[in-house]
């Protein structure tokens, strides 16, 4: 009874000069969350989260560590350094985490906003012409994600300026250069892309590679039987003389 009225006057006269830290991580990623340097003389450490609930509870003069039944196989603590440790980090362990020296005075030591994350999915983009156009280089660009799509017109392979959309955590940009159209999808802890080739607009270049690797195989083949059938008749020649010559 008497160390829960000492946390409750506590955590009514905390103070602190802490800055907040926002950490973002993947779905199943760990991560370290450290207290200020140096700490002030405590007796007991919380680590807590969203302000209700006890991740971890340390006694310094026993060096006893009680983490919460919720978290007992995912949180590890430093008891040198005051460091937690989650492991296999879930979208449900978002919000905010502080670290409270309790002693004579509660002083926060440490507070973070955690974010955890799914990985992006690689966007889709495409292209196709525009509706009643018969010009094959006059096309709409199409860029999307699960909840994000950027569309804009391209035309004899100059198209509008790149841009950008978002929701939340994510954002879908487009960028162009001279030789491709890049879609990347991203947010704090991945991202992923894709790229659509200039060469593909209008079908020039393609026609024109596809033409010259015809010729230069044909190429090859017309010489490679040509000397084929020149070392032939050149060793029935030889055959044929030799015979001759015996037979003389």
Same mark, same amino acid.
């Given at each position: ?37 140096? %700490?002030?003389?405590?007796? #007991? *450490? ?8 006890? @991740? +971890?509870?340390?006694?310094? !003069? ?45 002083? %926060?030591?440490?507070?973070? #906003? *955690? ?8 966007? @889709? +983009?495409?292209?196709?012409? !525009? ?118």
């Amino acid at each position: 009874m008497a160390l829960m009225l000492q946390l409750i006057f506590t955590l009514f006269t905390l103070s602190s000069n802490t800055e907040c830290s926002d950490v973002f991580v993947s779905v199943g990623d760990s991560v370290q969350l450290h207290t200020q340097e140096p %700490v002030p003389e405590f007796r #007991t *450490l919380f680590w807590r989260f969203n302000k209700n609930e006890n @991740v +971890l509870e340390y006694l310094k !003069k026993y060096k006893d560590i009680t983490p919460s039944p919720r978290l007992r196989d995912r949180v590890e603590f430093n008891n040198e350094t005051y460091t937690l440790t989650l492991k296999n980090l879930q979208k449900t362990d978002s919000g905010l985490y502080e670290a409270i020296a309790a002693g004579d005075k509660g002083s %926060v030591v440490a507070v973070y #906003t *955690l974010s955890v994350l799914d990985p992006v999915e690689a966007p @889709v +983009l495409s292209a196709f012409p !525009k509706e009643s156009s018969s010009d094959l280089c006059n096309i709409t660009v199409s860029c999307r994600s699960d909840d994000l799509s950027i569309n804009f017109m391209c035309y004899n392979k100059t198209c509008q300026e790149k841009t950008e959309a978002q929701s939340g955590n994510t954002v879908l940009s487009v960028f162009i250069n001279e030789r491709s159209i890049i879609c990347n999808h991203s947010n704090q802890v991945s991202w992923k892309n894709a790229v659509l080739e200039m060469r593909r607009f209008c079908g020039e270049k393609d026609s024109v590679s596809s033409s010259a690797g015809v010729s230069v195989c044909l190429l090859k083949i017309v010489l490679f039987s040509t000397a084929l059938i020149l070392m032939v008749s050149a060793v029935i020649t030889v055959h044929i003389r030799g015979r001759l010559r015996k037979s003389s």
